[in-house]
């Protein structure tokens, strides 16, 4: 990395300064003032740390917007191969919707904060490199259905390669799989031209929703290195750029491979924490517990904790099931079969809580939904997102059009089209860049997306709240109730409604592991 030459001949500087100082008149000196300060100003904005980041995404585009933010004196350029990305990047309507971003990249976007497909020219600009492309789970060849993916991966290393005219220093920003670094250094010693390369882990743990505030408070910052002088100096580099904003005390350094696999490992504990309290509300229903009681009271453990502990329909998003997939095969991969199976038991449990929601839905309606209107409330894999990655939606969705059901969606954040093509693809084809994904995927009949719940629901015989919005805990239920088909049912995936009050209204209440509803005990789910 090249550094500022005021900082680096700091003492030749001073020498030269005093020595004019003493044997000239103050005229002199101020002029001398005036012009090593002019030196300063030239040098730090030409010498201007460059970071560049390979992928515009979820994690590319809100991380590289708030070091643009806190770190003025960097310039941040975030590539990527999709032109519709970038250019609604550099648009009023940014390509993903997170809380408070639009309000950080306006800040910094044209200042130091630049969006483009000019990959090869920010690739050899930069003193930093970030690759935050995808690594999706592998749908063919060795290791199929649970490898990670790691095409695009390459596709950037060789890119730096190519492109590359001066040291650099390559973040690894995606989640990859335990010793990819390695992979990574191959590639780029191979073709190095006499250029040298540090690859750093530096894993994101920023959470969709909550992104911009994860960012600017992170519970940590890891970074991993080669544990050799020149790993080292790129660690305290990229530590550097941390420091603006995040105490030092949380920016924790590791070796390589530690980081890459904390990665994994903090995504699979996140995700069982979820599966375990999931399995729970299956036992709650079946003995009269209340699941949100039992949360309540094991998370005052200050050994366990209070977060992450909701029962739900299931986990989404793009990452939890890929990554606990991955890990299952770097397990098999080191013959470790019994670890491989601790962790599968993870997604067994996930698929089971999609299934086990879908049979309650089903029983309930008289054991079936043939050509009956079900109202779908929230689509996104979260609340305040409008990523549908992986979101249990897709599978709640599936199971139901399954038994002909016909199927009226509405999600504040999330358009008819993406629905449509969620619930036609294949599983995995969803993570790959936009303009590999198909183009127009043939529209399912039975989806209807409309922009207003009380349309959704208006004559539809059941009600399955899929994404905790916060507007579906304030709905107008009595109205809906109204319009609705009789009996009329509400089935809540993420325990959000006023149970008692629905009950009132006239509903059948089913809320993931609350003492069931009489009538959902005569109907039990059976697959
Ligand atoms: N989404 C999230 O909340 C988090 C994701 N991650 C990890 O970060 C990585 C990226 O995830 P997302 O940002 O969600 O994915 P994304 O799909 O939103 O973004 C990836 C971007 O990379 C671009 N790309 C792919 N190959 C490229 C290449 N060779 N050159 C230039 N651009 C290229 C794609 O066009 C796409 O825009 C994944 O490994 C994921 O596991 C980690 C933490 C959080
Ligand atoms: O690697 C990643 O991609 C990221 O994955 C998760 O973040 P994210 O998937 O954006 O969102 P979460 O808040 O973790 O929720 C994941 C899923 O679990 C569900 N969930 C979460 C918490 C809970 O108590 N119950 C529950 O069902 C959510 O509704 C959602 O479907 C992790 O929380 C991040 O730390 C990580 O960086």
């Not at 019994?338 to 309606?365: C, G, L, P």
């Not at 409309?450 to 239920?477: M, S």
Request: with cysteine; glycine share 6%.
């Amino acid at each position: 990395m090249q550094c500022n030459p005021i900082e680096r001949y700091p003492l030749q500087c001073k020498t030269l300064f005093l020595s004019f100082s003493l044997s000239y008149s103050s005229e002199v000196r101020l002029f001398l003032v005036g012009f090593i300060a002019l030196f300063k100003v030239f040098h730090n904005t030409t010498k201007m740390v460059k970071i560049c980041c390979i992928g515009a995404g979820y994690v590319g585009g809100p991380t590289m917007a708030v070091i643009a933010l806190k770190c003025p004196s960097i310039e941040v350029a975030v590539v990527d191969i999709s032109i519709s990305r970038i250019t609604a990047w550099n648009s009023d309507q940014l390509p993903i919707y997170e809380p408070g971003l639009e309000e950080v990249v306006k800040q910094c976007r044209g200042r130091n904060l630049f969006f483009s497909t000019n990959v090869e020219k920010h690739i050899s600009e930069a003193d930093i490199i970030f690759v935050s492309v995808n690594t999706p789970t592998k749908t063919r060849g060795l290791g199929a259905g649970k490898a990670a993916d790691l095409t695009y991966w390459e596709s950037a290393a060789r890119m730096i390669a190519d492109v590359s005219k001066s040291n650099k220093i390559v973040v690894e920003k995606s989640t990859v799989p335990v010793k990819t670094a390695e992979a990574i250094e191959k590639i780029l010693s191979h073709n190095s031209k006499g250029i040298s390369y540090q690859i750093l882990s530096n894993p994101e743990f920023l959470a969709e929703g909550t992104a911009i505030q994860d960012l600017l408070n992170p519970d940590r910052v890891l970074i991993g290195g080669r544990e050799t002088p020149g790993g080292q100096k790129a660690i305290k580099a990229l530590k550097d750029v941390y420091a603006h904003w995040v105490p030092e005390d949380r920016i924790i350094s590791t070796n390589l491979w530690s980081a890459e696999l904390s990665k994994l490992a903090a995504n699979a504990f996140l995700a069982q924490r979820i599966s375990s309290v999931n399995a729970m509300s299956a036992l709650c229903e079946a003995t009269g517990a209340d699941v949100s009681e039992v949360s309540h009271a094991i998370g005052k453990d200050s050994r366990i904790g209070p977060k992450f502990l909701n029962a739900s329909v299931g986990f989404g998003g793009s990452c939890f099931q890929k990554d606990i997939l991955n890990l299952i095969y770097i397990c098999e991969c080191n013959g470790l079969p019994e670890v491989a199976n601790y962790w599968k038991q993870v997604i067994k449990v996930n698929d089971y809580q999609k299934n086990r929601f879908v049979n309650r839905v089903v029983a309930s309606m008289f054991n079936t939904v043939s050509g009956k209107k079900i109202a779908i409330l929230g689509f996104a894999f979260k609340k305040d997102t409008g990523d549908t990655r992986e979101t249990p939606a897709i599978d709640v969705c599936k199971g139901l059009l399954g038994d002909k059901a016909s199927l009226s969606i509405y999600d504040p954040q999330v358009t008819g089209d993406q629905i449509q093509r969620e619930i036609s693809m294949n599983k995995f084809d969803w993570d790959h860049p936009v303009h590999l994904q198909p183009m127009s995927p043939t529209s399912v009949k039975q989806v209807n997306v409309v922009w207003d719940p009380y349309e959704a629901t208006r004559d539809a015989h059941g009600i399955c709240i899929l994404t905790e919005w916060d507007e579906f805990k304030t709905l107008d239920y009595q109205r809906i109730f109204n319009n609705m088909q009789k009996p009329a049912f509400v089935f809540d995936g993420r325990n959000i409604v006023n149970i008692e009050k629905l009950r009132e209204i006239g509903f059948i209440v089913y809320s993931i592991g609350k003492p069931l509803d009489p009538w959902l005990k005569d109907m039990p789910a059976i697959a």
